[in-house]
């Protein structure tokens, strides 16, 4: 099986090991704030999956160095940074908001490059444009991407996604790809494999539909359990069940056929905080997980 997984191609754009930095804006959701919904997905924690990011207290800049230190002192290495905007939405806010803090982060010495995580609905004109501006200013003339953005979509499938009140329609994914790749945007789509209500086919179809729409990178994660979600009473009352470790490869696995070795793989599985995490249990030793990965697809 051939693979292109993230860390050999950063190194092949950016010419070294290339970590990202988790940065936290101070942002929220449409579906917490009651724009499209409240409570936001069922899936989701209180922190936006931002719990591994720095604190939106502190400066851009200062969550950078923060973050990198951190690094360092796991990594020994001196490589380049892509600065993670990560926490909640983080185009769910006021052009220029958006505009400060993705020059401040890209102007910082070590980044080459801004990842921006965020929906498909939260893309208006005004957004594309501070994005469109950042591509023409800092990316002229380079052959990397300098500019990332991750869409959450999870699912193609609308019934499934009104179940766990993902807000908004596939159509809206479709939409958002066709104008990120008009600015020249690199596009990551997340794909959670084990929803409820989700059958094998199902979940490849939704990997081969992100393919056919022109999707740059995927993120898989399982369906994983957290605490004070509402995900977490469905699982208590037996109505929703989590897949084992070798489930879960047994999809990426398939997946990773479908995509072939064009798209890249930016991660083959999340790990929710130990701190909230009920289940799957196996997701919580990080080593394991990494150790298994490596050796079904690396061997």
Known sequence: MRIKDCNSYFKECYGSKTYKVGISLKVTCPNRDGKCGTGGCKFCSSGGSGEFSESSELSVTEQIDSGISKLSRKTKSDSGYIAYFQS???TYCEPDMLRKAIWEAMKHPKVVAISIATRPDCLPEEILKVLSDFIIEFGTGRIAPVLYVELGLQTIDDDVAREFNRGYSTKVYDEAVSKLK??????ITHIILGLPGESRDMMMETVRYVKDKGTDGVK?????ILR???YEK???NGEIK????DEYFNLVSEAINILGDKIVIHRFTGDGPKSILLAPEWTSNKRAVINYINRRFFN
């Open 234 to 236: 469905l699982w208590n």
């Open 182 to 187: 008009g600015i020249g945007a690199n596009i």
């Open 228 to 230: 004070d979600t509402e």
């Open 88 to 90: 909640f939405t983080n």
């Open 220 to 224: 898989f994660t399982c369906l994983y």
């Open 242 to 245: 989590v897949l084992d470790i």
